[in-house]
Nanobody, 124 residues
Framework: VQLQASGGGLVQAGGSLRLSCAAS????????MGWFRQAPGKDREFVAA????????YYAESVKGRSTISRDNAKNTVYLQTNSLKPEDTAVYYC??????????????????WGQGTLVTVSS
């Protein structure tokens, strides 16, 4: 599975952004998907994840209530919509795919495939 993230950019605090991650290959629907982010000088951290069917989702506390992860298996694409953006949301956002589907994993080590990242900058 090859992943291509897009949709990042500069947005003012309080604004919204939708990130997309397009996957190549026929096995997209067999993978759970996740979004992670890495702020300058910080470790990469979990943001959100979604099961193969989209029926289960999980969010980091920092984005819960503001972000929505979704997927369209017909389009081989996963999305991350975030509202009420804060300066602390500034980071490079990465999408990732995992063959582990029994649980919705929040662990980077469970994800085998990674996109190149898209930069989100939130100005105050």
């Amino acid at each position: 599975v090859q992943l291509q993230a897009s949709g990042g950019g500069l947005v003012q605090a309080g604004g919204s952004l939708r990130l997309s991650c397009a996957a190549s290959g026929r096995r997209f629907s067999l993978h759970a998907m996740g979004w992670f982010r890495q702020a300058p000088g910080k470790d990469r951290e979990f943001v959100a994840a979604i099961s193969r069917s989209g029926g289960r989702t999980y969010y980091a506390e920092s984005v819960k209530g503001r972000s929505t992860i979704s997927r369209d298996n017909a389009k081989n694409t996963v999305y991350l919509q975030t509202n009420s953006l804060k300066p602390e949301d500034t980071a490079v956002y990465y999408c990732a795919a995992t063959p582990i589907t029994v649980v919705v994993s929040t662990k980077m080590m469970d994800y085998d495939y990674w996109g190149q990242g898209t930069l989100v900058t939130v100005s105050s």
